[in-house]
C-alpha cells in the first residue's frame, strides 16, 4: 500500500534511526569544532485508492483538511489515483497514512432493495446530484443497479444515517385515471410531460386506474396538481406520415374502408401530394399513424418500363385511360402515371411548322463600295444578328420616322448623283456577268428605301432620299443633328439582336434535341403499379404488354421522293413522328411507319400530304447546282451579284414554301428578303435592292432520277456494284436470264452489287464443313434465288436471311426461309413487290440444303430421318423429291447472300 513517489524514496525507519545515532556520535566526537548545519530530508508516503467510490468518500469527508489543520509542516493531498503525504518528519508522515488506511479499510456498502420505479428515480442524473448535496454531510454516496441501490459509508453509522436521509428525501404519490385515458401515457406528448416537470418519475399502476409517481419531499403537492391539469386536457396533435404520392393513392382507392374507421383522427393529404396529415388527440394520431405505417409497410411496389412507338400518347388517352382503370379494378393496383409525358402538337400544317423551326440564318458576303456596313463598321463588326422581330419592325419604324422628319440641306452630298455610286460591291470582289434578253432584266433598278417598300408610308422622293442619306453621313462624321440618336439606336438594336453563326447553330440545335426529346418521351412509358400481392404486379405487366402488342401495327408508303430528302423534308418527317407519335424508318423509296393503328392512319396521311406539297423540292446540291439567286447592284441594270450558296439554298427554299417574306442576315446584319416583290431589305439602312431568281442548267431535276443511281446499299462498306463488263457480272446475269422462263424477256437488270459480309461468310463456312461431314448427298450446296421487299434488303445483307421472316408470303412448306431453284418464282410480285420506282429486289444465294425431303405447313424445324438408328435431321425440306423447284432451311447459318440483283419489269 506504501510506495514511494519521489526520486529517493521513502527511508525505512532503521535507516532513519541509524542516522540519528551516528548523528549523536558525531556530535559528541566534534564540540571542540566549529558546529555545522544540518540539512534536513523531506519524507514522502503515497497511499493507493484506486476505488472510485473511496476515493469519492475521501474527497467528501473532512479527514485530509483535519490533517492539513493539525500539520502545517506537512502536504497532504488527494490526487486521481491516490493520496499524497509529504512532511519533514519520517515518523509522522507513517503516522498520517496510517490514518488514511483506517479510514479506507472502515468504509462499508449497504445493499438497499427499492421497486422499479423508485430505483429509476434514485439513478436520474439531476436526482443523484441534488440527494448528494445532502449525502455530503455524512458523508456518503450512493449507485443503482436494476432495482439496488447501494449506499457507501466511512462507517456502518454513518451508512445508516444515509439511508435514513435517503428515505426521508423521495416521496411517493398517486393520481386516479380512467381507463379510456389510460392510452394517452403510451403518446409522445406524455413523454414530454413528464421531462418537463422537476424531479418526477410516473408511471401506470399494474391494477391499472392509477398513476403512482415518486418525486423529492415538498414537491408532492406541485407535481401532483400539473399531472391532473395534464390529464384532464384533451391534446390535439398533428403527424405527417411520408409517402410517394403513388402510395398516398393507393390508400385512397384500395383503403378506404380503413380510412373511413378512423374516425377519431382527421385525415388531409398534404399540398404536395406526397404524404398525409393525422390530426387528433395524441394518443389516438399515434395509433393510426403506427397502424397506416405498417400497412405501407407491405404495399408491393414495381416500375414497369413499356417501349413501344406512341405508347406514352396512348396510355395518356382515353382508350388507354380506359384500359388502365379496367386494370386498376380488376387486380386491385394502383398505376401511377406522373413519369409518363406526351403532349399534344398544336400546329396542325407541318410544312409551316418545319419552316418556323429554321432559325433566322446567318451569311457571310462582301460589302459594296457605298453600304451603310461600310458607313458603321467600326460599330456593327462582330456583333450578333437580329432575331427578334419585334425589335426588327422597331428598327424600321425608326428609320421610317427619320426620313419623314428630315428636312434637306445643301450639301455636296446632296449633289452626288446616287445612281452613279457603286453601293453594294467592293473593288476587290469577284462578280458573275450575267447576259440576259431585255424582258428578263428587272423591272426597277433604282434604290428604295424603307419608306417605299412599306405600303404604310408615302413614296420617297430624291429630296426626302438625298436628306436620309445627309443625315446618315453627319452621324458617322459630324454627330451635331439631334436626329443622331436616333440613328444610332437603330443601329444599335440591329446589332443588339444579333447572334454569331455558332450560337445560331447552338439554338437550331436545341430545336432538334426538343424534339428528339420529345420522339423519345411518346416511345418509352415509366409507369409504377403499387399492389397489395405481388402477383397482382406480374398480372399488370403481362396485360399491358398483351393489350398493346394488339394495338400495334405497321403501314408502308412509296414514294420516290424519299430516296432523297432535303433537311427541310427530314425535320417534317421528324415533325410527323412528333405530332402522332409513331415511328418512321426509310429503306430506299419506302417509308415505314409503325405505332397504333389509329396513330399511324393518321401519320400516313400527314406523310403523304408532305411528299405531295414537297414532291419539287430539291436537295441543297441541287439547288447550287441549277438555281442562282443574285441582288442588283444600283446603277447598273446588268450587273447581277450573286448570293453565296447557303444563302441561294435558304432563300430557295422559302421560296419553294411560298413564302411572302423571310428574314435573312448577311454578316451579322439584318434584312429582308421580300419574294412578292422580289426585293432585299437592308433593315441598318433602309435601302432596297432587286433581286431574281435565275436558272443556270435547262436540265429537268424533277423527271426520275436514272435508275443506276440508285441504290440501296450505297452507305454500306461491304457492298459495291458488279462491274458490268466484268465476267462475274456476265455470269450472273446469264444464271439469271437462264431460269427467268417466260419472263426473259419481261425483266431489265439495273445494276448487280455484291456482298462482302465476313461475319455471315465464316458463318456459313464453318455450317458448309458441318453439313458436309453429316450429309448423304454429294451436293450439299446450290445457288438459289430469294426475292424480298426494299425494306427487307439492308436487314438481310446485314444479318443475313432470319426466319422471323417467315409466313410474309409463304408458309406451304414449314415456317422457315424459301429459296427458289429458278428466278422466275423470285421475280413474282408475291415473292419480290415493287417499290415506288418499280423496282425489284432479288438476291442470289448460296444455300446448304444437303440432305432434304418434303416439307409440311406445320413444320418448325426440319423432320428426323426416319431410316437413321440415331435421332438425326434432314438439313432442309423442298417441295418434291426429283425435280425441286424450292428449298426451305430452318437455321439462318445455311445460306449466304451473295449477290443482290436490281431489276425492272419492261411491261406486263
Excluded at 383522427?265 to 399513424?289: H, K, M, R, Y
Excluded at 458436309?772 to 450439299?780: D, G, L, N
Aim: glycine share 4%.
Amino acid at each position: 500500500m506504501v510506495s514511494p513517489q519521489s526520486p529517493t524514496g521513502s527511508v525505512p525507519e532503521a535507516s532513519i534511526r541509524l542516522g540519528h545515532d551516528a548523528a549523536t556520535s558525531l556530535t559528541n566526537t566534534t564540540t571542540a569544532s566549529a558546529p555545522e548545519p544540518s540539512v534536513q530530508k523531506e519524507c514522502v508516503s503515497f497511499i493507493s485508492v484506486l476505488d472510485a467510490t473511496k476515493h469519492h468518500l475521501l474527497s467528501l469527508s473532512n479527514l485530509l483538511q483535519t490533517f492539513k489543520n493539525s500539520h502545517s509542516k506537512f502536504d497532504v493531498s488527494l490526487a486521481k489515483d491516490g493520496v499524497h503525504v509529504k512532511g519533514p518528519d519520517q515518523i509522522e508522515v507513517e503516522r498520517l497514512k496510517n490514518e488514511v488506511l483506517q479510514f479506507l479499510t472502515g468504509v462499508v456498502e449497504h445493499h438497499l432493495t427499492y421497486d422499479k420505479l423508485k430505483a429509476e428515480f434514485l439513478g436520474r442524473e439531476d436526482v443523484q446530484k441534488r440527494l448528494s448535496l445532502s449525502l455530503r454531510s455524512v458523508p456518503s454516496t450512493y449507485s443503482v443497479s436494476g432495482c439496488t441501490v447501494t449506499v457507501t459509508s466511512p462507517s456502518c453509522g454513518a451508512a445508516k444515517q444515509a439511508q435514513d436521509l435517503l428515505e426521508s428525501q423521495i416521496s411517493e404519490f398517486t393520481v386516479p385515471l380512467d381507463k379510456e385515458c389510460e392510452s394517452v401515457l403510451c403518446s409522445e406528448d406524455w413523454s414530454d410531460f413528464l421531462v418537463s416537470l422537476d424531479f418526477c418519475s410516473a408511471k401506470l399502476s399494474d391494477v391499472g386506474g392509477v398513476i403512482t409517481a415518486v418525486t423529492l419531499t415538498g414537491m408532492e403537492k406541485d407535481n401532483q396538481e400539473k399531472m391532473v391539469a395534464f390529464l384532464s386536457t384533451p391534446h390535439q396533435k398533428e403527424i405527417v406520415l411520408s409517402m410517394e404520392p403513388g402510395m398516398l393513392k393507393f390508400l385512397q382507392l384500395h383503403h378506404q374502408g380503413l380510412l373511413a374507421d378512423m374516425g377519431e383522427v382527421i385525415l388531409f393529404p398534404l399540398e404536395t401530394g406526397d404524404g398525409l396529415s393525422i390530426q387528433g388527440e395524441s394518443n389516438v394520431c399515434q395509433s393510426a399513424a403506427e397502424l397506416l405505417s405498417a400497412i405501407i409497410g407491405s404495399v408491393f411496389t414495381k416500375t414497369i418500363v413499356v417501349t413501344k412507338p406512341g405508347i406514352s400518347r396512348f396510355l395518356l388517352e382515353e382508350e388507354g385511360v380506359n384500359i388502365l382503370a379496367e386494370m386498376t379494378a380488376k387486380f386491385e393496383v394502383y398505376i401511377d402515371m406522373a413519369k409518363v409525358h406526351w403532349e399534344p402538337l398544336e400546329d396542325d400544317d407541318i410544312l409551316e411548322l418545319a419552316w418556323k423551326m429554321t432559325t433566322c440564318q446567318n451569311f457571310q458576303r462582301g460589302f459594296s463600295a457605298n453600304s451603310v456596313q461600310d458607313f458603321t463598321a467600326d460599330v456593327t463588326n462582330g456583333r450578333t444578328d437580329a432575331n427578334t422581330s419585334a425589335r426588327i419592325e422597331e428598327a424600321k419604324k425608326i428609320l421610317a420616322g427619320i426620313g419623314s422628319d428630315l428636312n434637306p440641306q445643301p450639301s455636296s452630298l446632296g449633289a452626288t448623283d446616287i445612281e452613279s455610286v457603286d453601293l453594294y460591291s467592293e473593288k476587290s470582289q469577284d462578280t458573275l456577268e450575267v447576259t440576259e434578253e431585255q424582258d428578263d432584266q428587272p423591272q426597277s433598278l433604282q434604290t428604295h428605301d424603307l419608306q417605299s417598300s412599306s405600303a404604310s408610308l408615302n413614296a420617297c422622293s430624291l429630296d426626302e432620299d438625298a436628306s436620309f442619306l445627309l443625315a446618315i453621313q453627319m452621324s458617322m462624321e459630324l454627330y451635331q443633328r439631334s436626329d443622331e440618336e436616333d440613328i444610332q439606336k437603330a443601329l444599335e438594336l440591329s446589332r443588339s439582336d444579333s447572334m454569331p453563326n455558332q450560337e445560331n447553330t447552338q439554338l437550331e440545335r436545341a430545336y432538334e434535341m426538343s424534339l428528339e426529346d420529345a420522339i423519345k418521351s411518346a416511345n418509352k412509358a415509366e409507369i409504377c403499379v403499387f399492389a397489395n400481392y405481388n402477383h397482382d404486379l406480374v398480372r399488370v405487366d403481362i396485360a399491358l404488354g398483351k393489350k398493346v402488342v394488339l394495338r400495334q401495327c405497321e403501314e408502308k408508303v412509296e414514294s420516290k421522293s424519299l430516296r432523297k430528302l432535303s433537311s427541310h423534308q427530314k425535320r417534317c418527317i421528324e415533325l410527323i413522328k412528333r405530332k402522332h407519335a409513331v415511328e418512321i424508318s426509310i429503306q430506299g423509296t419506302t417509308a415505314v411507319l409503325s405505332g397504333f393503328q389509329e396513330y399511324v392512319s393518321e401519320a400516313v396521311i400527314d406523310l403523304k400530304n408532305v411528299l405531295r406539297r414537297t414532291e419539287n423540292m430539291m436537295t441543297d446540291a441541287e439547288i447550287v447546282k441549277t438555281v442562282q439567286w443574285v441582288w442588283y447592284e444600283q446603277g447598273s441594270p446588268s450587273k447581277a451579284i450573286p448570293y453565296p450558296p447557303d444563302a441561294t439554298v435558304f432563300i430557295e427554299n422559302a421560296w419553294k414554301m411560298k413564302q411572302k417574306k423571310t428574314d435573312i442576315l448577311f454578316n451579322n446584319q439584318p434584312y429582308s428578303i421580300d419574294l412578292e416583290k422580289m426585293e432585299e431589305h437592308s433593315l441598318a439602312s433602309g435601302k432596297s435592292v432587286p433581286i431574281k431568281r435565275k436558272m443556270l442548267s435547262t436540265e429537268d431535276l424533277y423527271t426520275d432520277a436514272a435508275d443506276e443511281d440508285c441504290s440501296l446499299l450505297s452507305s454500306m462498306p461491304e457492298a459495291c456494284p458488279v462491274d458490268e463488263d466484268s465476267d462475274e457480272f456476265q455470269d450472273v446475269v446469264k444464271d439469271f436470264y437462264d431460269t427467268l422462263q417466260d419472263n426473259h424477256n419481261k425483266i431489265r437488270i439495273i445494276k448487280v452489287e455484291k456482298l462482302m459480309n465476313k461475319l455471315l461468310h465464316e458463318q456459313y463456312r464453318l455450317k458448309k464443313v458441318s453439313i458436309e461431314r453429316s450429309s448423304s448427298e454429294a451436293q450439299v450446296e446450290r445457288t438459289l434465288y430469294h426475292g424480298t421487299s426494299e425494306t427487307s434488303v439492308k436487314e438481310i445483307c446485314i444479318h443475313g436471311f432470319n426466319r422471323s421472316f417467315c409466313g410474309k408470303n409463304a408458309t406451304v412448306y414449314g415456317q422457315g426461309v424459301y429459296f427458289a431453284v429458278n428466278a422466275s418464282l423470285s421475280v413474282s410480285d408475291t415473292y419480290s413487290p415493287p417499290n415506288a420506282d418499280g423496282h425489284k429486289f432479288i438476291f442470289v444465294a448460296r444455300v446448304l440444303t444437303g440432305d432434304f425431303t418434303v416439307g409440311k405447313y406445320d413444320y418448325k424445324t426440319a423432320p428426323l430421318k426416319e431410316s437413321s438408328g440415331v435421332p438425326v435431321r434432314y438439313h432442309s425440306v423442298t417441295d418434291q423429291i426429283n425435280t425441286p423447284t424450292l428449298f426451305v432451311i430452318f437455321n439462318d447459318t445455311q445460306a449466304y447472300p451473295e449477290y443482290l440483283i436490281t431489276c425492272k419489269k419492261i411491261f406486263g
